[in-house]
């Protein structure tokens, strides 16, 4: 098991353009979260997956973003038209999901940059 | 709704000394809490989490944290800093109270901690 895999891990764009990122979980975890980090701040939850249900989206999830996860497997964040203010570090996270008390397993993290 | 609240940024000890970064929680059920490091350029780890069994709870690399429900906080603590520990570390609450139950973490803002030699 290699871990929670995420590509690019850095990505320069500019203003305006589309970009997407990939998230390949842990073989077999049924969830799986995506989170926003900017600078200075802690992790903020984005949006949430059970198999390929996407069952939750936080309100930083404008309109411009929208993620999937076909077949349950890997998943996918795009952002439309990027502003600079979505310069940041996007996080995938999965876990088994069998109990709301386990951990979570972080990949490396796509870092964009839009200028 | 529940919230993390970690007590300083930037935490600066010297190697040997004891490590103690602040977390307090506010929830209006038992939490389930998590401290997590994070390397630069990496992604997060977990140090060790607090599922309601045991207070004291020990994680990795010599690190523990204690549950105190009336101080309603859960303190990660070191007995001797390493270089290797310099990182940033986030505490983290499980959200049991939204009402998709996702499990989804909510995060503290992060302490970033310094060993001097």
């Known amino acids: 098991d290699t871990g929670v895999s995420q590509n690019p891990r850095h990505k320069i764009t500019k203003r305006g353009q589309n970009v997407t990122f990939r998230c390949d979980p842990i073989s077999e975890h049924n969830r799986l979260y995506w989170y926003r980090q900017t600078l200075g701040q802690g992790p903020e939850f984005l949006t949430y997956f ?3 249900a996407q069952l939750e989206k936080s309100r930083l999830l404008s309109d411009r973003f929208s993620a999937e996860r076909p077949k349950g497997s890997f998943s ?4 439309q038209r990027t502003e600079q203010g979505d310069s940041a570090m996007y996080l995938c996270a ?3 999901g069998l109990a709301l008390s386990n951990e979570q397993f972080f990949g490396p993290g796509t870092r964009l940059t839009v200028l | 709704a529940q919230s ?3 007590l300083g940024s930037h935490v600066s000890v010297s190697e040997g000394a004891l490590v103690l970064l602040r977390c307090n929680y506010s929830s209006s059920v038992p939490p389930y809490l998590f401290w997590y490091v994070q390397y630069p ?3 997060l780890q977990l140090l060790l989490k607090y599922t309601s069994a045991a207070t004291l ?4 690399n010599g690190f523990e944290a204690e549950f105190k429900k009336s101080e309603t906080s859960f303190h990660l603590t070191k007995p001797s800093a390493h270089m290797s520990d310099a990182a940033e570390y986030f505490c983290a609450v ?3 109270v939204g009402s998709s139950n996702t499990g ?8 970033t901690l310094q060993v001097k030699p």
């Open chain 2, 57 to 60: 709870v020990k994680g990795i």
């Open chain 1, 76 to 79: 996918t964040l795009e952002i």
């Open chain 1, 94 to 96: 999965s876990n088994e």
């Open chain 1, 50 to 52: 059970q198999n390929e």
């Open chain 2, 94 to 96: 499980s959200d049991l």
């Open chain 2, 4 to 6: 993390v609240t970690q």
């Open chain 2, 104 to 111: 989804k973490l909510i995060f503290g803002q992060g302490t």
């Open chain 2, 41 to 43: 350029n990496q992604g």
